[in-house]
């Protein structure tokens, strides 16, 4: 079986963008605001929202054209905020706390410390503070880059408590303070985590890194969507990992459904780059004898030093086998003798049959390797060989 891993490396969103921006690296370490610059903006601000604050979602009304506003700017960036809700940071009030649907609770000065270098204003982006300080997220398929305040709120919430010590980062717990004293931390978590509620099955299911960007940007219009699909659209960061990948038979390879950051949804396969198994996952054994005809296309992007087998539709693939009946990656031989591994949702398993038998595993429900029968994992057979056991259930 795979082995998790949750460490936050080169190819991770986080990475990729640069990291944290150095005005808010020089803010966290010096004290605050000392070096956050006063200036005015004209024509609705652009760089004075900081980002977020053209999203309803953070409850802040964008500027009015032509209007003049005094902001706050990072000494190294665009990303800023009106220079009366700093004062009030500033002053530790208690009207300067924000709320998040998640429950967790902020300060202006969190932004500040979690932004990454903004060059356009309008698309401010944050990072975990606690993450990046430990090297690794909570769990493989956080996010480790946040479009909007809310969204990095709800990942904080989500965090294991108490959260590692960050140096120039506060965090109270439980009851809030009262109103007439200071409000001096960057992060309130009143309430314990939430348990992610994460199903047994995705631990038997691809994983993907995001080859591009997958999300709504504002002013845009809608994402794409596959047709009669009425759920949730999953958004995601080029180098972002997607836990659970699936690809539903009626969307021919083309849609796949996904975990990313406690969400679940939909995302074109073509922005995802299905991660090769880890050695633990690749069965090996003698020749089982048992062969399976391809169902779409498996065109893998990188098949440099990978176990990779790629193939076209229609194709007969001999010696098929797995770790488990119901496991996402099987291995295989094609007709031109070379062999590696594909993904179990690419080959149509109703075509499953043993060498030199006419019937297909169709025809032989109940006695080949797929019934339509649903069992339980305890009673998915695979034998030491590694090759295709006797029963299996369909998930997807």
Not at 224 to 246: H, N, Q, T, W
């Amino acid at each position: 079986m795979r082995v998790t891993d949750c460490k936050i490396g080169v190819g991770s969103t986080y990475h990729l963008l640069k990291g944290f921006c150095k005005g808010g690296i020089q803010f966290k370490r010096d004290g605050h605001w000392g070096n956050i610059h006063r200036t005015t903006v004209y024509n609705g601000g652009g760089a004075a929202s900081g980002g977020d604050m053209l999203r309803a979602s953070d409850g802040i009304i964008p500027f009015q054209f032509e209007e003049a506003v005094r902001v706050g700017r990072c000494s190294e960036c665009d990303f800023a905020h009106v220079v009366n809700e700093i004062e009030l940071d500033m002053a530790n009030s208690a009207q300067a706390t924000r709320a998040s649907p998640s429950g967790a609770q902020y300060r202006l000065r969190l932004l500040y410390k979690s932004h990454l270098r903004n060059e356009s204003g309008a698309d401010a982006s944050y990072a975990c503070l606690w993450c990046v300080h430990t090297g690794s997220t909570t769990r493989e398929s956080d996010a480790t880059v946040f479009l909007t305040p809310n969204d990095l709120l709800r990942h904080l919430a989500g965090h294991t408590q108490p959260l590692p010590d960050v140096p120039g980062v506060s965090v109270r717990y439980g009851p809030p303070p009262a109103d007439s004293e200071p409000h001096d931390y960057d992060l309130h978590l009143a309430e314990p985590p939430a348990p992610a509620l994460v199903p047994d099955s995705v631990a038997k299911l691809a994983m993907a890194t995001a080859s591009r960007d997958h999300y709504r940007r504002p002013g845009r219009g809608k994402l794409e969507r596959p047709a009669k699909y009425s759920g949730d659209m999953l958004e995601f960061c080029k180098g972002a990992c997607i836990v659970g990948v699936v690809f539903p038979e009626k969307w021919e390879g083309k849609w796949c459904l996904g975990r990313h950051d406690g969400l679940f949804g939909a995302f074109p396969a073509k922005t995802v780059e299905i991660r090769e198994p880890q050695d633990a996952e690749i069965p090996a054994g003698s020749d089982s004898g048992m062969s399976v005809v391809t169902r779409w296309k498996w065109p893998p992007s990188n098949t440099a030093g990978a176990p990779w087998l790629a193939f076209g539709k229609g194709e007969v693939i001999s010696n098929v086998q797995c770790l488990y009946s119901d496991y996402w990656c099987w291995s295989g031989t094609n007709k031109r003798g070379k062999t590696g591994v594909f993904p179990r949702s690419h080959i149509d398993l109703q075509t499953l049959k043993e060498r030199g038998h006419a019937e297909s595993a169709k025809q032989s429900k109940g006695r080949g390797l797929f019934s339509r029968r649903p069992v339980s994992s305890a009673g998915i057979e695979s034998n030491s060989s590694g090759s295709v056991g006797s029963r299996a259930s369909i998930l997807y």
